[in-house]
């Protein structure tokens, strides 16, 4: 199994501060990685597929980079709706895994 | 718009067997994607369970050591989960999932999920 190292899995941060989480993955995930947000109560939502495309709809403050064992997903200007929980997903290989999330929380 | 709705009970007793179908609207299963299944422990992350394709291959992950089924029934465009021999470790908001295949490989649409609490 590709296990995925998710940093950091706390975040404390201010609107308007750019902010970067790190997923590294056990093996190599190619570019077949992506991101979602999840609000309290709510089904998480797909941010950033492929590593790097913006999923429609999604703002362009955010962003996605990375390949094979290193993926950041950057948030270039935190938005009060932006506090909320992010996880990482491979899809290289069975079993598909998830990052243990990051909460960003108000400072 | 593609919604997708999860159903079943929300209370199933230890060694029992949890079952849960999703009504999908707004596409067709036959469609080339992966209908999946994917669960959160109350407070914790997400766990893949495993997944259905428009050919009705089926692929489950492996720590959940061959007690999940998934199938799908055309005609009412909906696909379900069973997973048998409960415990409490199972309790869990259960997701159904649309997953986009090739190069753009992501779950695209959830469904809201739904608490499903294992005890006697």
């Known amino acids: 199994d590709i296990q995925l190292t998710q940093s950091p899995s706390f975040l404390s941060a201010s609107v308007g501060d750019r902010v970067t989480i790190t997923c590294r993955a056990s093996?190599?995930?190619?570019?077949?990685f992506a991101w979602y947000q999840q609000k309290p109560g709510e089904a998480p939502k797909l941010l950033i597929y492929a590593a790097s495309t913006l999923q429609s709809g999604v703002p362009s403050r955010f962003s996605g980079s990375g390949s094979g064992t290193e993926f950041t997903l950057t948030i270039s200007s935190l938005q009060p709706e932006d506090f909320a929980t992010y996880y990482c997903?491979?899809?290289?290989?069975?079993?598909?895994?998830f990052g243990g999330g990051t909460k960003v929380e108000i400072k | 718009q593609v919604q997708l709705e999860e159903s079943g009970p929300g209370l199933v007793k230890p060694s029992g067997t949890l079952s849960l179908t999703c009504a999908v609207s707004g596409d067709s299963i036959t469609n080339t994607y992966w209908w999946s299944w994917i669960r959160q422990p109350p407070g914790k992350g997400l766990e893949w369970i495993g997944e259905?394709?428009?050919?009705?291959?089926?692929i489950s992950n492996p720590s959940l050591k061959g007690r999940v089924t998934i199938s799908a029934d055309k005609s009412k465009n909906q696909f379900s989960l069973n997973l048998t021999s409960v415990t409490a470790a199972d309790t869990a908001v259960y997701h159904c999932v649309r997953k986009k295949m090739g190069d753009g490989r992501s779950a695209d649409f959830w469904g809201q999920g739904t608490l499903v609490t294992v005890s006697s």
């Open positions: 997903q491979q899809l290289n290989s069975y079993p598909l895994t």
């Open positions: 259905i394709n428009h050919l009705g291959a089926t």
């Open positions: 093996q190599d995930s190619n570019s077949y």
